[in-house]
């Protein structure tokens, strides 16, 4: 049978055309439309005058930037790896149990990834509460007296790391519970006759097996955590903001806070340049380490 | 029988379509809650009884600081913002550069009777910008010691009078507190994390010794102002260094402590007059409260003060009725006319006429701490300054630290004034 | 000395038992075929064996040594498992020698049986592949090759053909039956497939219902099955089962009459038969079409012509069908009336419970 090859296009086009239009006007126009704005000094709202790259000059030569910038390494370092290998560890442990009680458990560590961040947040603000913070204990036993972990610089980024943790880990055990299902039981069962041993269980058949998971799950986690603020925000309420300031913060800051949408946009497109190179350059990366 | 009721049903339904269409409808947000709150919302409530069948505020509470300024700035822009909001005059400057705020004619204003005649004129002029009024003054407000008239008993500071004595001096004060100490978790209570009160706290007694923070040059903190500055925030730091008020408060918790009995004094907000006055009233205090214009601890009084007052937001794109105009007009001009009310939430009105009103001269405390309005210094005019602007941004990344002894107190204000240089620049 | 005995071993999931007290005496060197039904236990049996399923009850001993509380690695057992559970990520080379290196064996060592290994089973070639780049069949001989390098005492082998294709299946069962006589180690083999069972055991393990039905070679499977279940599973065409109307007692052999029918005299002892409700077993190649019109008497049904012989579904007088062979060249059609002669030296009786009356041997 002839095929009616334009036609056949035509049609093609017809179905793509819904996502492309999407994709366009909620995507790509915005995204032009922050590059652009990037080089005027736009306000919040509206527009602005161009001027170039002296957006991006000032940018490199300001020091709240760069501290906005070690922070959110800092705070990615604290979370992607250990939110993983936490997340995996504690599927492991979910997976060796059945039915129900599987159900049970892995209800309470996902719990928490079902609220929204505003309870996180009370939650683990009573839970440091100075006076009344039932982590007070052992913080009191560790550092000799009630600790302000929220107010003290040093512990600030650590603890919003653990409360992320403590929030989202539970979406990661779930991908890595089905990862782990996803390795047949046989295998087990030949690597027991195989003599194998619990480590090398994990080391040589679990881990190799659940890398794709595990890089997956990294990369994710890296895009989510380059785009901090949140949590950050909400617990330096009330204290001191400059310090741990993270880059979404910081374009929250100057749009919303001082009205220089040009500048923020500026910091929107380093961000978005930023997460880009990294997740691209951590997933290559990472499937090259999984295929060696 | 059922005919005749639903002929009755639609009839009314028909007639009250016809009020609402008479009626006109006025948005209004505000960022009130609590004790102040509470009494705003008896006003509007009041306002439309009195008005019912012309006028009817819709009433909105927001948050209050950042939030409710940046929902302010991008619902205008995009023609969403309300018929008339609160609106802190310190933050004016700042409102007026992003474009928030729709100014009011000198005739729009005079047709309701209201003028620079009926303010104090520095109250009146914090609502203008190059000479146009963006924002009608309501009150003014500032911050106040209350205290805890047991424990200024037994410690010997009430005079004859029964007021607190023996508190101006820095060193005077802290004498004070030492002595306080005895019957006090924290003989003072404030908030000591965070801006607001440390702002609040720092102004005054920055003030107390004519410092001045941003020169007509543009400059922050100029050469002469800075050991000034030092010095207010050493002062405010041997309070929490000598124990005698909390580390790394926040506002609530300051509160707390003092209405929990735990602390003599408290310095914070007239705002919180409501809050006292509503737990004495059912005898949840426990203890007699007082207030009095915070202490004298340098060269002269001098206060902190801000005002609320009224604006209309520049709703972009959606040209405002005459006939809105004059209900909105007609809600400031009531509002301020009715201040009385708005006294009993602390503030001191800033009509004129009800602040010299016989009725508000014998009001407690206002009475005792309405000295304050000759002496208040109001935040600087500039677009950094205000509510939930950089200069309460910088409070919290530099004063508050100092205040915990995290920085030292040069150090605080040489980098705050980098900080802000660098931002206005 | 491996020989592999079971004593009274028992296995329930909570209140369903699986198996109920089995046992049986496994000698080194002998290549043994688990074979019944799905569900009838074997699979089980097989992995208690192997360690990877708990045995309530009963014991267990390999080579003299009881295992049943036993690891699976303490076992000296191998496996083959039906999808052969290869190491996906490891190369075949890695998958023969992860069990070696796990025992600390020495490179060399390793290197060496590996590949003799892999001569033998003729997977050289296919050393650095990984399992995805591999047939069915050459997977199959991974995961036996697995096997053979760890030098097991036995090797447990779970359906390992069900997953190849018809041809495959053929030619693997002839090269496992080659493998056997050439490394002569004890071999336990489970399938459903009683043609796998027939060409591959020297004993075979019939199972039903988490029982043994009967142990034993597989001519004595075949010839003297111990119960009615063991005949109509094994052989093909199925074993014909024809209800006895009358049984008389001819010296001493039992004469029996089907409904209708002239009497068939069988070799089976009269002494021992319970009376009433037998059933008479014959084998289709026992029952032959005659052309002379002697024997019993039905109509043809269906005809299926294999070229060297030919299957006829006979009805029989009470509606009982009975297949019955003639010479490859047959002219009977659908409809025809035939009659069969019965070899009653083949024949066998069944009673109501389905135990088996066989010829004195």
Known sequence: MLRNHSRETAVALLFVLPFVLIYGVLFLWPTVQMVLLSFTDAPLIGPGKWIGIENYVEMFDDRRFWTSVRNTAYFVALTVIPNTLIGLAIAMMVSRLKGWQQSIILAMFFLPYILPVSVVYRIWNWMFNLQFGIMQYPLTWIFGEATPVFRTQWMFMPAVAFVTIWWTCGFNILLFLSGLRSISTDIYEAAALDNASRWTIFRRITWPLIWPVTALVLTIQLILQLKIFDQVYLFVQGGRPDPSMVLVQYIYNQAFQKNEGGYAAAVSVALFVIVIVFSVLQFQFLRARGEK | MKTFFKIAMLSTALLSIGAAQAAEDVVWWDFLSGGDGVRMKALIEQFNTEHAGEITIQPTTLEWGTPFYTKVQTSAAIGEGPDVMTYHLSRVPLGVASGALAPISAEDLSSVGLSGDVFAPANWEAGQSEGAQYAVPFDIHSIILYYNKDKLAEAGLLDANGLPTGLDGAENFTAALEKLKAGSEYPLSLQTSGDGTPWRVFYSLFGQQDGTFLAEDGTFFPDESIPKAVKAVETMASWVEGGYAPALTEYEGSVALFTSGESALHLNGVWEVPTMADLAAKGELGFEWGAVAVPTFFDHPATWADSHGFAIPNNVGKEMTPEKKAAVLEVISWMNKNSLAWANAGHIPAYTPTRESEEFKTMQPNATYSVLADTAVFDPKSVLAGVASPVYDAVANYISPAMNGELGAQEAIDEMKADLQDQAD | ?361
Do not use: W
């Open chain 3, 1 to 361: 000395m491996s020989d592999i005995v079971l004593k009274e071993v028992s296995k329930s999931y909570g209140a369903v038992s699986v198996l109920d007290k089995v046992s049986m005496h496994i000698q080194s060197g002998e290549f043994i075929v688990f074979l019944g039904p799905s569900g009838c236990g074997k699979s089980t049996l097989l992995r208690m064996i192997a360690g990877l399923e708990e045995c309530n009850d009963g014991e267990i001993f390999i080579g003299g040594e009881r295992v049943d509380q036993l690891p699976p690695n303490q076992r000296g057992v191998a496996m083959v498992f039906q999808n052969y559970a290869l190491y996906p990520h490891m190369t075949v080379r890695d998958n023969m020698s992860f069990g070696l290196e796990n025992v600390k064996t020495p490179k060399a060592e390793i290197t060496r049986r590996v590949e003799d290994a892999a001569r033998m089973l003729e997977i050289t070639q296919l050393l650095d592949r990984k399992p995805a780049q591999l047939s069915g069949g050459q997977r199959q001989r991974v995961a036996i090759g697995r096997a053979i390098v760890r030098d097991p005492k036995a090797f447990l082998l779970d359906e390992p053909l069900s997953n190849l294709d018809a041809g495959l299946r053929v030619r693997t069962r002839l090269e496992l039956a080659q493998l056997h006589n050439r490394i002569k180690a004890t071999m336990i083999f489970v399938t459903h497939d009683q043609i796998e069972a027939m060409t591959l055991a020297t004993r075979i393990v019939v199972m039903n219902n988490k029982k043994i039905e009967q142990i034993g070679t597989p001519m004595e499977i075949y010839a003297r099955p111990a119960t009615r279940f063991v005949a109509s599973f094994v052989g093909s065409p199925a074993m014909n089962f024809v209800p006895v109307a009358a049984v008389s007692d001819v010296g001493g052999k039992a004469a029996i009459t089907f409904a209708g029918q002239q009497p068939v005299q069988t070799a089976v002892p009269v002494a021992g038969l319970p009376t009433g409700n037998l059933t008479l077993g014959i084998r289709a190649e026992a029952a032959r079409i005659t052309h002379d019109g002697t024997g019993i008497k039905g109509v043809a049904d269906v005809i299926e012509r294999l070229g060297e012989r030919t299957l006829v579904y006979t009805k029989l007088l009470d509606g009982t069908i009975l297949v019955a062979e003639d010479e490859g060249i047959s002219t009977i059609q659908p409809g025809d009336n035939v009659s069969i002669a019965l070899d009653g030296n083949a024949a066998i009786v069944f009673d109501a419970a389905g135990k088996a009356f066989h010829a004195a041997v």
